[in-house]
C-alpha cells in the first residue's frame, strides 16, 4: 500500500508520522510517498493533501504538475484526503477571497468553501468534535480554517460548527477543515485508510 | 456544536499555525503593493514592518512597530497570513499588532529593543510569536517563554548568509550533541546553557527543537534559500533580499521555487538564471561589533 503526501509546503511531516503510526498500528506493511514533482501520485493508492498556505499550495501543485495527477487518480476512485488547506484545494468552488487570488481548486467534491471561515490566527481554535463513525469525541485543531458553506446533494456532511460543514465525504473524498495530524488520535487516518480498502 | 464551546490561543494552536509555514518562504513587505507581489509569487505569509533592515540599518535612529495604518492596509489586501515586528521586550506593541489580527508577532532584535533586561512574556497571548536565536540555548529560552517557532538570527540587512549559516548549524550541531547523553549529562546540558532541563530532555528526545525553526538573516538569492534549506531549516525568511533586488517580482518567485526545488541543482541552475542581480549586500564582517543587530537579546 502506497500512501502518498503532497510535500509541497505545509505540514508534511507530521502527517508522514500519523500515516506510519496508523499503518503500523493496523500491523500492515506500507509505504509513504512525498509527492514534491509529477510522476509519484500516479503510484499512489491513497493521496493525502496536508495544511499549509492554499494560496501557495495551490499555485505550486499548478506550477509542479501535479494538480492533473491528483484530478486523474480522484477520477480512478482514489481515496482523497484534503485537512485544512486541503479542503480548500478539493473544492470545486470557492468564496470571493479564493477568486481574488486566482486559487486553483481540483474540484473533486462539490462543494463551495469559504477560506478563512472562522477568521484569522486570533480565532484559531480547539474543539471536541463529534463525528457519526466516532463513539466519542474528537478533539479538532482549527488553525485559520475553512469551512464549506454549500454541499451538493452528493456530499455526506460529516460534522458541522454553528451551521458550517467542518468535515464532508464525496465517494472516495474526505475533506476536514482540521488538522487530524497535530493530534495523538489516529482515528480518522484510520477512518480514511479503510477507505482505501472498499473504494 | 456552540461556539463558547471553542478554546482559543493553546500552545497547540499556536505551535500548529507555524507548522503550516514549514516549506515555504516569508517575505518583509512594506507597503500593500509589495505584499501583493509576495503572495503573487507565492510566499506563504508576509512580515509588515516599517523599512527592510538594509533601509533601517542606513537610516540608523530608533526602529519601531510598523505604522498600524500600514498593517491594517496590508491585512485587508492579502489572503495570506501578516505577521509583524514588534520590539524585544515591548509587550504593548505586541498588544497593539495581536488587536489589528496580526497572525503572528516577531519580537525582533532588527528593531530597537525596548528592555534591555527581558523578552515579551509570550505565554500570555493568543497570538503566536516567533523569534530570532544564535544558538541552542537562546532558542529554548525564547520557546520558554512562548515563542511558537524561531528563527536563526542571522546578521539581517547585509544580504550576506554567512551569519545565518553559522547560527543554523551551530543550533543544529548542538541538537545533535545530546543524543547519546544520559540525563545526568543533559541536566548539566540545561545548566550550561541556561536553558530549562524539560526543553533540553524534549529536544534530545525529538532530535530537533520543539517548535519550527527558519532561517533567517541575511538570506538573498535562490542559492541562499536553498542552502538553509539543505542546512535543516524549515522555510526561509527574506527580508532585504527580495525588494532589495535589481527585479523583486522575479527574485520573490525564484526564491519560492528554490525551496520547493532546494536539493535539485539542475533546477535550482535553471531558477536562478536571468532573474537580475540580488540586493548588493555588505559582507558581514565589515559591520562593527556595536552595530550588528543579532548581539540584541540574549
Known amino acids: 500500500m502506497r500512501i502518498g503526501i503532497m510535500a509541497i509546503q505545509g505540514d508534511v511531516s507530521e502527517h508522514v508520522d500519523a500515516v506510519e503510526r496508523a499503518l503500523c498500528e493496523r500491523g500492515i506493511g506500507g509505504e509513504v510517498l512525498e509527492i514534491r514533482h509529477e510522476g509519484i501520485v500516479p503510484r499512489c493508492d491513497a493521496v493525502i493533501l496536508p495544511g499549509g498556505e492554499s494560496t501557495t499550495l495551490g499555485r505550486l501543485i499548478e506550477r509542479e504538475g501535479i494538480a492533473g495527477e491528483i484530478q486523474n487518480a480522484a477520477k480512478d476512485g482514489i481515496p482523497v484526503l484534503g485537512t485544512c ?101 489516529l482515528r480518522l487516518h484510520h477512518y480514511f485508510l479503510d477507505m482505501i480498502s472498499v473504494t | ?81 501578516v505577521m509583524a ?4 521586550g515591548h509587550f504593548v506593541e505586541a498588544e497593539i499588532l495581536e488587536s489589528l489580527g496580526a497572525d503572528m508577532v516577531d519580537e525582533s532584535e532588527v528593531l530597537t529593543p525596548a528592555d534591555e533586561m527581558y523578552h515579551i512574556d509570550k505565554t500570555g497571548f493568543t497570538v503566536p510569536f516567533v523569534c530570532g536565536a544564535r544558538n541552542l540555548g537562546e532558542a529554548l529560552r525564547r520557546i520558554n517563554e512562548g515563542a511558537a517557532m524561531i528563527r536563526t538570527k542571522g546578521e539581517a540587512g547585509t544580504g550576506d548568509v554567512r551569519e545565518a549559516v553559522r547560527h543554523m548549524k551551530k543550533i543544529m550541531g548542538e541538537v545533535r550533541e545530546l543524543s547519546g547523553k544520559d540525563k545526568e549529562e543533559l541536566i548539566k546540558v540545561a545548566r550550561d546553557i541556561e536553558a530549562p532541563i524539560e526543553l533540553v530532555l524534549e529536544s534530545a528526545d525529538l532530535q530537533r527543537l520543539p517548535v519550527v525553526n527558519f532561517a533567517a538573516g541575511g538570506v538573498a538569492t535562490p542559492a541562499d534559500a536553498a542552502l538553509m534549506m539543505r542546512l535543516g531549516a524549515d522555510g526561509v525568511f527574506v527580508g532585504s533580499g527580495i525588494f532589495k533586488a535589481e527585479n523583486p517580482e522575479m527574485m520573490a518567485k525564484a526564491v519560492v521555487e528554490a525551496v520547493n526545488n532546494y536539493d535539485n541543482p539542475e533546477k535550482l541552475a535553471e531558477i536562478s538564471r536571468g532573474i537580475g542581480s540580488g540586493m548588493k549586500g555588505m559582507s558581514a564582517d565589515t559591520i562593527p561589533p556595536e552595530e550588528a543587530l543579532q548581539t540584541r537579546g540574549w
Open chain 1, 85 to 185: 488547506a486541503g479542503l480548500i484545494l478539493v473544492a470545486t468552488r470557492g468564496d470571493e477571497q479564493v477568486h481574488k487570488t486566482h486559487q486553483h481548486l481540483l474540484g473533486l467534491m462539490d462543494v463551495k468553501v469559504n477560506r478563512n471561515a472562522f477568521g484569522r490566527q486570533r480565532e484559531s481554535f480547539e474543539v471536541d468534535l463529534d463525528l457519526p463513525f466516532l463513539d466519542s469525541p474528537y478533539t479538532a485543531i482549527f488553525i485559520r480554517a475553512p469551512a464549506i458553506m454549500d454541499a451538493g446533494p452528493e456530499v455526506d456532511v460529516l460534522s458541522t460548527i454553528n451551521g458550517r460543514i467542518v468535515a464532508a465525504r464525496q465517494k472516495n473524498v474526505l475533506a476536514l477543515a482540521f488538522h487530524p495530524e497535530l493530534t495523538p488520535d
Open chain 2, 1 to 81: 456544536m456552540e461556539l463558547e464551546n471553542l478554546r482559543h490561543g493553546t500552545e497547540l494552536i499556536k505551535r500548529g499555525f507555524a507548522r503550516m509555514q514549514k516549506g515555504g518562504v516569508i517575505m518583509d513587505v512594506t507597503n500593500p503593493e509589495q505584499a501583493r507581489i509576495a503572495e503573487e509569487a507565492g510566499a506563504v505569509a508576509v512580515m509588515a514592518l516599517q523599512a527592510v533592515p538594509a533601509d533601517i540599518r542606513k537610516a540608523g535612529g530608533v526602529a519601531r512597530m510598523a505604522d498600524p495604518e500600514i498593517v491594517a492596509q496590508i491585512i485587508d489586501t492579502v489572503t495570506i497570513p
Open chain 2, 85 to 88: 515586528k514588534a520590539r524585544i
